[in-house]
Nanobody
Framework: QKQLVESGGGLVQAGGSLRLSCAAS????????MGWFRQAPGKEREFVAS????????FYADSVKGRFTISRDNAKITVFLQMNNLKPEDTAIYYC???????????????WGQGTQVTVSS
């Protein structure tokens, strides 16, 4: 069974850093595009970042560009999100996603993890 499992969320002060990980299992995700979305309380789910299966193409939301870095390890079928200079507005549940196209649209991603909470205090 295909599965994405996130880890690495937590509570951090503004200006701090966190690294999220997403381990894929159940099939070969190495050829899939993978990414991250987030959803804050009372807000719609929004795109954060995505990466092509080869790792050579990445996209970021303007709100995180320059602060977040997405990467992947195809040998371990894991995708990472390094988050630096975190702000209170980054507080949300972060979801790992996988799909067959690189996209900013949530509907283009077939597989979703259960989410991990990131809380940034001011």
């Amino acid at each position: 069974q295909k599965q994405l499992v996130e880890s690495g969320g937590g509570l951090v002060q503004a200006g701090g850093s966190l690294r999220l990980s997403c381990a894929a299992s159940g099939r070969t995700f190495s050829s899939y595009y993978m990414g991250w979305f987030r959803q804050a309380p009372g807000k719609e789910r929004e795109f954060v970042a995505s990466i092509r299966w080869s790792g050579d193409i990445t996209f970021y939301a303007d709100s995180v560009k320059g602060r977040f870095t997405i990467s992947r390890d195809n040998a371990k079928i894991t995708v990472f999100l390094q988050m630096n200079n975190l702000k209170p507005e980054d507080t949300a549940i972060y979801y790992c996603v996988a799909g067959t196209t690189i996209s900013r649209r949530s509907g283009d991603y077939v597989y979703w993890g259960q989410g991990t909470q990131v809380t940034v205090s001011s």
